[in-house]
């Protein structure tokens, strides 16, 4: 079935970054806050991320114990411990060997905790995801031993637009001022009209528009909405070793 194109209004704070894994990353979230646990829970899953939680720290390290998972995202201030006492005490039973760990708080120095690992408060759920994507991009191997020619750029994007909304030609407009920032001859970017060419973005699975697709360096990574928030772009872009201009 070919996809749908759907133009949606978003806000810039309704930017949203995409990144489906092609297998999908297991995260254990203990956050003893209702709320706040299932908005992370449901910012993770829409992703593609699997998500189990845990409301205390022994129930934490309890799942832990019954099996293995690829980040552990926790509430610094746990009921009874910090989460600095539990994942020590995880480590010491050998259930996070390799297992990366994020740290959610508000506390200005959390004592136990790598600064590296620490997610700040009040969230900000686009950097919050962007971190967990990094986290789980894997460096790419050494290229094929063949005749062809490293490609000159070194990030491919694709922008799906659709000509009958305003909000496509907004994402046009603003993706030209943040590869201005930047050196374009290292960039390679196609656009494809959804409205003359409807099966353009199948390959990428798009199904709104505008959508921004990062293609290469792998993972993969989609951006919906009209690029407003630069910053969501920007990092991308940094991300995937782009320089800056300097002039």
Do not use: C
């Not at 799906?160 to 050196?183: C, H, M, P």
């Not at 409807?198 to 909405?225: H, Y």
């Amino acid at each position: 079935m070919a996809p749908r194109f759907v133009e949606r209004r978003r806000t810039p704070s309704e930017t949203k970054l995409i990144h489906p894994d092609a297998k999908p990353r297991r995260i254990l979230l203990v956050e003893d806050n209702l709320d706040i646990r299932e908005m992370i829970a449901t910012a993770l899953q829409g992703q593609g991320y699997q998500v189990d939680h845990a409301a205390l720290p022994e129930e934490g390290i309890d799942q832990l114990r019954k099996g293995r998972y690829d980040l552990v995202v926790a509430h610094y201030n746990l009921p009874g411990k910090t989460a600095a006492v539990m994942l020590k005490e995880a480590g010491v039973e050998g259930l996070l060997k390799t297992t990366p760990t994020l740290v959610v708080t508000a506390h200005p120095d959390p004592e136990g905790v790598e600064p590296s690992t620490v997610i700040r408060k009040p969230l900000e759920l686009t950097k919050f995801l962007l971190q967990v994507q990094r986290i789980f991009a894997s460096p790419e191997g050494p290229p094929p031993k063949d005749r062809r020619k490293a490609p000159a750029f070194k990030v491919e994007l694709v922008l799906y637009v659709n000509k009958v909304w305003v909000t496509s030609a907004r994402a046009r407009e603003n993706l030209d001022q943040i590869l201005n920032g930047f050196v374009r001859s290292q960039v390679r970017l196609q656009v494809f009209d959804v409205a003359d060419e409807p099966l353009a973005g199948e390959e990428d699975q798009v199904v709104f528009t505008p959508t921004l697709v990062k293609r290469s360096p792998l993972p993969r990574a989609w951006v919906v909405g009209d690029l407003s928030d630069h910053n969501v772009v920007i990092t991308l872009l940094d991300m995937a070793g782009i320089p800056r201009r300097t002039s």
